[in-house]
């Protein structure tokens, strides 16, 4: 039907986003799993590595144009360890964790989750040509809704809270 595709932009693609386009996805909005071509890769069975994953969790729930890095350590441990270049450290650490935890969860994974960054002005955010977070697609998804006709945003509206896994209260 006309209304399960949504308005066409000058290219005839879909004006509302018809969904991921990453191979891996991250899904956040009432679960928090990790997919690969639909598999489910993380959690794990039995206790999960919390600590290589934490990155990609807090950037998948961010907005997604990204954190500053010092917002982003200030996050992640405590404001009054002032040491930049701890910070900094702590920072690449946690990035190579992560990069390591996705190899053993996807072997053939290739790119990097986290976008690569100015180094004047290092802003951590997710790439999305290697991973789609929900949070963020939900987000574009109420953006566009404001520039749609009624019945468009309604569609808009929808597929956002489709996004949701889980009790809404």
Not at 42 to 60: D, H, I, Q, S, T
Request: no cysteine; hydrophobic share 35%; net charge neutral.
């Amino acid at each position: 039907s006309a209304a399960s595709h949504g308005p066409t932009n000058s290219r005839g693609a879909s004006a509302i986003s018809t969904g991921p386009h990453a191979r891996l996805q991250a899904r956040f909005l009432g679960a928090r799993e990790l997919l690969y071509d639909g598999q489910l890769v993380w959690p794990p069975a039995g206790p999960p590595n919390e600590k290589a994953m934490e990155l990609l969790v807090f950037l998948g729930v961010q907005d997604p144009s990204g954190v500053r890095a010092d917002l982003l350590s200030d996050s992640l441990w405590e404001e009054d360890d002032e040491d930049d270049q701890d910070r900094s450290y702590r920072l690449r650490k946690r990035h190579y964790r992560l990069r390591r935890a996705l190899k053993r969860f996807i072997p053939g994974l290739r790119g990097d989750p986290i976008a690569r960054m100015d180094k004047q002005n290092p802003v951590y955010r997710l790439d999305p040509t290697v991973i789609e977070s929900d949070v963020h697609s939900f987000l574009r998804l109420l953006e566009e809704a404001k520039s749609l006709s009624r019945e468009k945003a309604i569609d808009a509206y929808e597929k956002a809270l489709g996004l949701y896994r889980g009790d809404l209260l």
